[in-house]
Nanobody, 123 residues
Framework: QVQLVESGGGLVQPGGSLRLSCAAS????????MGWYRQAPGKERELVAA???????NYADSVKGRFTISRDNAKNTVYLQMNSLKPEDTAVYYC?????????????????WGQGTQVTVSS
């Protein structure tokens, strides 16, 4: 199995910054894509940013120029640096990952979500 654990959420004033981390652990063979999503109350979960193992990144239009996704492949960790935060960024932030895991002598695909971390932007 593979586990994803997010950290770094909290309360921040408008204009402030936060850095989220998501560490993957378990029987990982390789990770392809890691991403960040968010879900605000009463709204659907939406993609914030994603990164592939090849270095390709993509961002939601609403966060371009303010958020930066990065990865430490040696640590199986993805980060989300969030700057110039706005009240509308308030949400639970989730990471996801897909790749391959080991199971005995087998190599199997996986796709998992983390449990989420709350980000609140308020004065």
């Amino acid at each position: 199995q593979v586990q994803l654990v997010e950290s770094g959420g909290g309360l921040v004033q408008p204009g402030g910054s936060l850095r989220l981390s998501c560490a993957a652990s378990g029987s990982i063979f390789s990770i392809n894509r890691m991403g960040w999503y968010r879900q605000a109350p009463g709204k659907e979960r939406e993609l914030v940013a994603a990164s592939t193992s090849g270095g390709t990144t993509n961002y939601a239009d609403s966060v371009k120029g303010r958020f930066t996704i990065s990865r430490d492949n040696a640590k199986n960790t993805v980060y989300l640096q969030m700057n110039s935060l706005k009240p509308e960024d308030t949400a639970v932030y989730y990471c996801d990952a897909d790749g391959f895991r080991t199971s005995g002598s087998l190599v199997l695909p996986f796709y998992y979500w983390g449990q989420g971390t709350q980000v609140t932007v308020s004065s």
